[in-house]
């Protein structure tokens, strides 16, 4: 059983277009990640959330804790934004360890 | 510095071999947290140390497996005796420590056994 599922797991997308990228999980959290791995497998943190919605740049990330669903979106995508989408969540009955999705694999053609 | 330094970025080695691998946090963090990502997996964590508090290594597969942070800084993850199954690439991340912080990962190391 995986705590954290996203959906879906491989998008293909024209350059320009609006992305949804979804993440659902089954425990209580303190916090959800957004995490962006690229080809050459560096991982940066995007956002991280615990209520709301958050914006930089063309990410816009949202969460809505009472039906444990969170979504990153990306506007008016480009080549650049490939890459691999992580969503991870920091259950609130430990401090230690973070469930982890297994990724959206992202790719936006030209 | 100003990110989480790992090193090495590659390690090819010998299957029963021992191995070190090397974290450096950004400075201040409290937090110390070492994942496993296998070829098309998902990040599997190993080991989570928080400031002087003993490490919580509930994470790591085997008991070749083993973790130090000297004076809440620099972190060694060793494998002792590698199987080809530990080929991965190894990440390390660190935090300020609490839940409303988040957090910052190094760029890896790639274990490959041979």
């Known amino acids: 059983k995986n705590e954290v599922e996203q959906s879906p797991q491989n998008l293909t997308a024209q350059e320009g277009e609006f992305i949804t990228i979804n993440c659902s999980y089954s425990?209580?959290?303190?916090?959800l990640h957004w995490l962006q791995q690229h080809p050459g497998g560096g991982i940066v943190s995007l956002f991280m959330?615990?209520?709301g919605k958050k914006k930089h740049g063309r990410l816009i990330a949202t969460i809505n804790i009472q039906e444990k669903h969170s979504s990153l979106h990306i506007t008016a995508s480009h080549p650049r934004d490939s890459a691999v989408y992580i969503c991870?969540?920091?259950?609130?009955?430990?401090?230690?360890?973070?469930?982890f999705g297994t990724g959206t694999s992202l790719t936006v053609i030209p | 510095g100003a990110g989480v330094s790992q090193s090495p970025s590659n390690k090819v080695t010998e299957k029963g071999k021992d191995v070190e691998l090397r974290c450096d946090p950004i400075?201040?963090?409290?937090?110390l947290y070492w994942y496993r990502q296998s070829l098309g997996q998902g990040l599997e964590f190993l080991i989570y140390?928080?400031?002087?508090?003993?490490?919580?290594k509930s994470g790591l597969p085997s008991d070749r497996f083993s973790a130090e942070r000297t004076g809440g800084s620099v972190s060694t993850l060793t494998i002792q005796r590698t199987q080809q199954e530990d080929s991965a690439v190894y990440l390390c991340?660190?935090?300020?420590?609490?839940?409303?912080?988040?957090?910052?990962f190094g760029s890896g190391t790639r274990l490959t056994v041979v």
């Open positions: 991340a660190s935090s300020a420590g609490t839940v409303f912080y988040g957090y910052t």
């Open positions: 400075s201040g963090h409290t937090a």
């Open positions: 425990v209580g959290i303190s916090a």
């Open positions: 140390f928080q400031g002087n508090s003993a490490p919580d």
């Open positions: 959330l615990s209520s």
């Open positions: 991870a969540v920091r259950p609130s009955n430990t401090g230690n360890q973070f469930y």
